[in-house]
């Protein structure tokens, strides 16, 4: 029992060596990297960085007889460092479970890296470190998802539809052209017509905006079934690789952006300009509306009354 409880607590390098089996391994060691990032699912949590330990130990397949002191034929240590780095760089995460799932499975890509061991651990949550540990190998990569996170992701066109489209006669035929289009497209609404709730905070009237964008994505998508809300990366890229044309809900990726845009929700058209630049758009159409200032962004906008969009 007392040895259970010391490797409970032990650095994962102890963790992996006491876990070794017959044929030991190799391992690399990344101790004690701290780094100051927003993470958390508490409203307490957000708009704040706070430090994040990462203790991470790799067990390794052999280079072979000689190492030749190539560092090619090693993995390196900025590899290790650069999951985390890339990891929370992609979007703001809730839970340090999956922060620690994603970096282990970025590590694992390595065609080094046999098992990871990973622990994540806050220390600005209370008077200890709060902190999550686990242990992932080889075989328990998805290959699919594998291939999904060494792909590359396509580019799409984003196009706004501005309420007066959306409630145009030739909205269809405008989506059968998208359709068409060898690129992946993404739609984007506004706020609805009509009045909204206040509220007495920027914040939450934020929130109020952002879910007044989604619930008029579904009168779209109600409108033509091709039109799928996604809301997610997750559901964005999957989408963008199966032909689906997607509809945008902007909340989660608004708030889980490391960089959010720095437009209020009622600008909408500026968001999904915002947008259109986060998720690298081969180009941003906008139905109906002005255009916003873009930035090393193909643009266009056309009028509602314009039939054809070609």
Known sequence: MSQDIHLAFAHPSERAAATEGAAP????????????????AFQSERGHTQRVCFNVVVEVARAGDRIDDDVDRILSYDRVTEAIAFELAEERLNLLETLAERVAERILLEPQAMRVFVRIEK??????????????SR??????????????????????????????????????????QAAPVVLCVGLPDGARPEADHPLAQRRVD??????NGWVLAARDPRCVVVGTLTELDWGMKHDQMSLWAPSKIVLDAVEGPKTRPRDSVALAGWFAGHIEASDFLVIGEDLPETQGLKARAVAVTQRHLA
């Open 123 to 136: 220390l600005d949550r209370g008077p200890g470190a709060l902190g999550v540990e686990i242990v992932r």
């Open 25 to 40: 391994r190799d391992r690399i060691s990344l101790r004690d990297h701290i780094v100051e990032v927003e993470i958390g």
């Open 210 to 215: 952002l879910l007044a964008i989604e619930q």
């Open 139 to 180: 075989g328990d990569l998805d290959p699919a998802h594998a291939a999904q996170l060494t792909g590359a992701r396509p580019h799409p066109r984003v196009v706004y539809l501005s309420n007066a489209a959306i409630a145009a006669p030739h909205l269809t035929g405008w989506l059968d052209w998208l359709a068409g």
